[in-house]
Nanobody, 121 residues
Framework: VQLVESGGGLAQAGGSLRLSCAASGRSLTGYALGWFRQAPGKEREFVATISWPGSNTYYADSVKGRFTISRDNAKNTVYLQMNSLKPEDTAVYYC???????????????WGQGTQVTVSS
């Protein structure tokens, strides 16, 4: 599975961005999908996950109520809608996939290359 993120960029605090992650090489049928982020000098951290086929989601406390993860199974794509952005959301965001139908917080097998999100105050 190859994953390619897009949609990152610069936003002002309080603004919104929508990240996309398109998969190729294999259908994401039966795969849980997730978003992670890594800020400079920090370890990569979990942001959100969505089960197969998309009925369940789970979020890190730091983004709950502001970010929404969703998936379009026909397009083999997962999204992360980010609202009410804060400067501390600045990071490289990665999507990930694993062949499990339930919610998954760790243990992903496939990763994208990342997309930069910068939030200015």
């Amino acid at each position: 599975v190859q994953l390619v993120e897009s949609g990152g960029g610069l936003a002002q605090a309080g603004g919104s961005l929508r990240l996309s992650c398109a998969a190729s090489g294999r259908s994401l049928t039966g795969y849980a999908l997730g978003w992670f982020r890594q800020a400079p000098g920090k370890e990569r951290e979990f942001v959100a996950t969505i089960s197969w086929p998309g009925s369940n989601t789970y979020y890190a406390d730091s983004v709950k109520g502001r970010f929404t993860i969703s998936r379009d199974n026909a397009k083999n794509t997962v999204y992360l809608q980010m609202n009410s952005l804060k400067p501390e959301d600045t990071a490289v965001y990665y999507c990930a996939a694993v062949q499990k139908s339930s919610l998954v917080i760790r243990g992903y097998d496939y990763w994208g290359q990342g997309t930069q999100v910068t939030v200015s105050s």
